[in-house]
């Protein structure tokens, strides 16, 4: 991250460092409002590992009997999963020449041309069901779950539906969990300390990523050594400083950040600290607004008026400081298009000068930049990138006063929708 001082001053900074480490007092105690839900940071060294292998067996089996793995969640129950699987496999992972199943992501909407799409895509395929929901009452999810399991009765019968269907919920309540103890369903377990948006690290993400080939002993291995790292109380906790920076701001008028990356592999992950940051502060009027760009795409859709609009924006960007794939310009002798003066240089030199020169620019425009710098995409930077976002927010989230493990305004929609669908007992 860049240095502090360039966002706040001397007697600024030493209050809000008072207030990062009460706040990181209150998430280590479990203490702070909502402290009932810290359970996800020790995750990492406190994981049921007994769970984590049979996630790996099911893995296995869903690999040997499926082309198709359908996860059906919303919100925290699939951002995760399709994070990892974006970013450490690719945005385009169902076209990858594999030996892992197909991915595909459903419960997250009601539109029926999409679900109608999915289930044609199974329909003539074997086909497994991941289906996702801690409440286990979430309408998007259920109705999509009752297509598919519909669809894998009738096509594989009872016995064979069930053995196919891989439920992740509470431990003891919740409808889906009494569907799945009805019905003899494997079950994996989403803690009761974690909510959904602090669970990618738990069997919510884990199955779906470890179905994609993606090394899950990895990526908790690199949550593990980041816990370790953000255990220090002071100022050389990157997590404060990102904390610290985003509500210095925020108190002086910059009321969006926008996360970018030059990577478009990062697009959902993108998605999923929308989630996290978005539910997790923006409460009583308050909270920054979480948006996120891809670029060089969207320099020139979105670049006009982050350099130039409204100056209410600070912006974050997540850095790769070398690639997992070199690729260099070739050399041309005609040069008929120009680019003589980049033959042989690779794009991941041409990539950061374009990172470098929109930092420059937009700093110069009035927006405040942060960079988050990781090493290389991999499977222990993403473990660890999760639990230092994670941890920020928990941190930001208490430094402005808010309950960051809780979500009440999510409820006002689905109670005005059940009202509409004539739900019984609303
Ligand atoms: O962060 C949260 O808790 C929410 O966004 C949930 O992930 C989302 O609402 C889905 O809930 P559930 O898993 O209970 O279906």
Known sequence: MSGIS???????????????????????????????????????????????????????????????????????????????????????????????????????NLSGEYLGRMLDFVRDREFSVNVVSKSGTTTEPAVAFRLFRELLERKYGAEGARRRIYATTDRKRGALKQLALAEGYETFVVPDDIGGRYSVLSAVGLLPIAAAGIDIRRMLDGAASEMSILSCKGMENEAWRYAIARQALYRAGKKIEIL????????????????????????????????????????????????????????????????????????????????GYLAGRSLTEINRAALEATKAAHIR????????????????????????????????????GVNPFDQPGVEEYKRNMFRLLGKPGV
């Open 6 to 108: 360039d966002f706040v001053n001397g007697s600024e900074l030493f209050t809000l460092a008072g207030e990062a480490r009460a706040a990181h007092c209150m998430l280590e105690s479990g203490k702070g409002e909502g402290g009932e839900f810290t359970g996800w940071v020790r995750l990492p060294e406190a994981y049921d590992r007994q769970e984590a292998e049979r996630i790996l067996e099911a893995a296995g089996r869903i690999k040997k009997d499926s082309d198709t793995l359908v996860v059906i969640g919303i919100g925290g129950s699939y951002l995760g999963a399709r994070a990892a699987i974006e970013l450490l496999r690719s945005p385009e992972y169902n076209l990858l020449d594999k030996d892992t199943p197909n991915i595909i992501f459903a419960g997250n």
């Open 260 to 339: 970018a990356c030059f990577e478009p592999a990062f697009r959902f992950m993108a998605e999923w600290w929308k989630q996290l940051f978005g539910e997790s502060e923006g409460k009583g009027g308050m909270g920054i607004f979480p948006a996120s760009v891809e670029y060089s795409a969207d320099l020139h859709s979105m670049g006009q008026y982050i350099q130039d609009g409204e100056r209410s924006l600070m912006e974050t960007f997540v850095s790769f400081e070398s690639s997992r794939r070199e690729i260099f310009v070739p050399s041309d002798r005609e040069n008929l298009d120009g680019l």
């Open 365 to 400: 425009g009035g927006v405040p930049c942060i960079e988050l710098r990781l090493e290389r995409i991999s499977e222990e930077s993403f473990g660890a990138l999760v639990y230092f976002l994670e941890f920020a927010c928990g941190l930001s989230g208490y430094m402005g």
